[in-house]
């Protein structure tokens, strides 16, 4: 599978083989609402060309960027992993294209595989650490 997004292409020949039927490029437009704050996270996204910003938003409705993510990650995969709920919403800044794959279908495979799942958490941790 072609992709610019830098967490797939580290993915692990087995592990891209056993995902690929279920990942799905999927244009983003700018402004499009992917998660809110406390809703179930169905899908992952992986952007290809799209930009997204994470946002935190405050008891009094205002909102702070906490991060901008492009091809070098991905969003929603600590919530994947860990059947959890959005934090933060996530939102297409810069409208393009991005790689979609269920959450559930990622968790089985994270579940089933070590080198996956471990991929997936010090990836997190790497875009976190840049947040702070």
Not at 98 to 106: E, F, G, P, Q, V
Request: glycine share 6%.
């Amino acid at each position: 599978m072609e992709t610019r997004n830098f967490v797939l292409r580290a993915l692990g020949a087995a592990d891209a083989r056993a995902l690929a039927d279920d990942m799905r490029d999927v244009e983003l437009r700018s402004g499009d609402v992917l998660y809110e704050p406390d809703y179930s996270v169905e899908w992952v996204y992986f952007p290809q060309t799209a930009v997204l910003s994470v946002v935190n938003v405050m008891a009094d409705g205002r909102t702070v960027e906490s991060d901008t993510v492009g091809c070098e990650s991905g969003v929603g995969v600590l919530a994947a992993l860990g059947s959890a709920v959005a934090t933060s919403r996530t939102f297409t800044q810069i409208p393009g294209i991005a790689t979609r794959l269920s959450a559930s279908k990622l968790r089985l495979r994270a579940d089933l595989s070590p080198n996956l799942r471990r991929l997936l958490v010090r990836h997190s941790l790497a875009n976190l650490a840049q947040a702070h």
